[in-house]
């Protein structure tokens, strides 16, 4: 078994000699593909010996094994021509059936990819380290997957990416506590990277019994992502996950008519922590009813999920603060929600658990269709004895929702649980920004010299935390 973690380290470092490659999303999208191409191929070579009628969509010349596979295979200025000028060329245009799911994701993952290597030796040095790892080995595939979720990590790193990782125990928790049975159809509409997914792919695998169930499991699970990048993402992460063909479409979900979702289309479940903060593109917003337009996606998100739920579905997901709060259309997708749903939790999380990425305040709403709200409970997630703040290096840990779990099924009133009914929210004007009446407040105390010996306590605290970030590497 190959050490993947340094053979991922010396990809990394063959990378910083190519003048090509300017930064980590460069880096991390060139892995990105370089890795599919490769697992593709592996994949391939595992079907040609179980099913001797299997075609591979990828053409025999453009496959891993006949241009990149031989350590001795072309190089320098012949291996760019060859990558720049048919690889790229012929996939972005592969021609495709009408039913090869796997062609449209082959051509639409390069159709939004880019070859930023320039040195063809440089290039060469990476292919023949990427070489070193076998993915049809169960132990290698086990060990890369926990690599690969930290070069997912590293693409937060760079905001200019658009995009934002969510901590594994969040995707885990919500998974959890969703709770999807097998045949159930789970759904992420706004999936990035397949975090998610990836979660509710080992939740059923526990339920797997034989060739039907891993039948049911490939096809049910479904996501949606726009961006190029985590899109690519996304579906190597899932074929890493032994999923065959990733049900995973290159678009954006908030582009389909609101009236054209229909029962045929809906599903069981639906985790996401969809895009907030952003605007969406000209002219989005009036896929969806009057009363409902706004250029914040997050609100139109939720009202997109509610509609792809059935009766009696069940979502969790991620929602900044601001979407529990505000007035005009918030305050109607809030009703809609409140009226058409039974939102019965709402799991408050510290400010810090996306840090460094997003300092926003972040809640876990979980509801079921079909049922209006009577009561909401509230849970507020605290930060482990010790902490003042989540970090990249100390990042919230799946552990630390035990006691929520505990609680989540016998649920009592206590300093960080309270619940409110759906009149108290009404006079509220829907608000669900709900603070804890039970929480235990300190004593503010109005002396000089301690209101002195609090702000230096803080000037010392931003000070340890710059200098964190300061000496914290930049690697994907």
């Known amino acids: 078994m190959s050490n ?37 191929d592996d994949k391939d070579k595992e079907k040609e010996i179980l099913e001797p009628n299997y075609k591979s969509p ?46 449209v994701i082959i051509r639409n993952i390069f159709d939004g990819t880019n070859n930023y290597m320039k040195s063809g030796t440089t290039f060469r040095q990476a292919i023949n380290k990427l070489n070193e790892i076998d993915f049809n080995s169960s132990k290698e595939h086990h060990i890369f997957n926990a690599i690969y979720e930290d070069i997912l990590q590293g693409l937060a790193t760079k905001k200019d990416t658009g995009e934002f990782y969510t901590p594994r125990a969040v995707t885990q928790f919500i998974v959890d506590m969703v709770n999807p049975k ?96 952003g605007v969406v593109g000209d002219g989005m917003e009036t896929n969806f009813p009057l009363n409902y337009r706004t250029k914040e996606s997050a609100d139109l998100f939720l009202i997109l999920f509610i509609q792809m739920l059935k009766d009696g579905g069940r979502a969790g997901i991620v929602l900044p603060d601001g979407s529990l709060t505000g007035d005009g259309v918030k ?29 926003v305040n972040t809640n876990l709403i979980f509801f079921e269709k079909g049922k209006p709200t009577k009561e909401i409970w509230y849970y507020e997630h605290t930060l482990p004895d010790g902490y003042k703040a989540y970090s990249k290096t100390k990042p919230i840990q799946i552990s630390e929702f035990d006691e929520t779990k505990k609680w989540w099924n016998k649920r009592t009133e206590h300093e960080f649980a309270y619940k409110v009914s759906i009149d108290a929210i009404i006079e509220r004007g829907y608000d669900l920004d709900v603070k804890n009446p039970n929480k235990i407040v300190e004593e503010i105390s109005y002396e000089r010299h301690e209101i002195i010996e609090t702000i230096k306590k803080n000037q010392n605290r931003i000070t340890e935390l710059i200098t964190e970030l300061d000496n914290e590497p930049l690697e994907f």
């Open 182 to 277: 097998l045949g159930e159809k789970i759904s992420d509409p706004a999936c990035g990277t397949a975090g998610f997914l990836v979660c509710a792919i080992e939740h059923l695998r526990k339920q797997v019994k034989n060739i039907g169930d891993q039948k049911t499991l490939q096809e049910t699970v479904t996501g949606t992502e726009l961006k190029p990048l985590p899109f690519m993402l996304s579906v190597v992460n899932l074929i890493t996950h032994d999923i065959e063909v990733p049900q995973i479409v290159n678009t954006d979900a908030l582009s389909r008519e609101y009236t054209s979702i229909k029962q045929a289309d809906r599903v069981d479940i639906i985790v996401a922590n969809p895009p907030f903060g």
């Open 331 to 359: 305050q109607r997708v809030r009703q809609k929600l409140l009226e058409d749903c039974n939102v019965h939790t709402i799991v408050r999380l510290p400010q810090s658990v996306f840090a460094p990425y997003a300092t």
């Open 58 to 103: 990828i053409p025999a010349e453009l496959q891993w094994r006949n241009w990149a596979e031989n350590d001795e295979g072309i190089t320098g200025d012949e291996l760019i021509a060859f990558v720049n000028n048919k690889l790229f060329s012929q996939l972005k245009n592969l021609t495709i059936g009408l039913d090869d799911k796997l062609g």
């Open 4 to 40: 993947i973690g340094g053979i991922i380290k010396s990809i990394r470092d063959i990378f910083r000699k190519d003048p090509g490659l300017s930064g980590d999303a460069q880096r991390i999208e060139q892995l990105g593909w370089m890795i599919f191409l490769k697992l593709f």
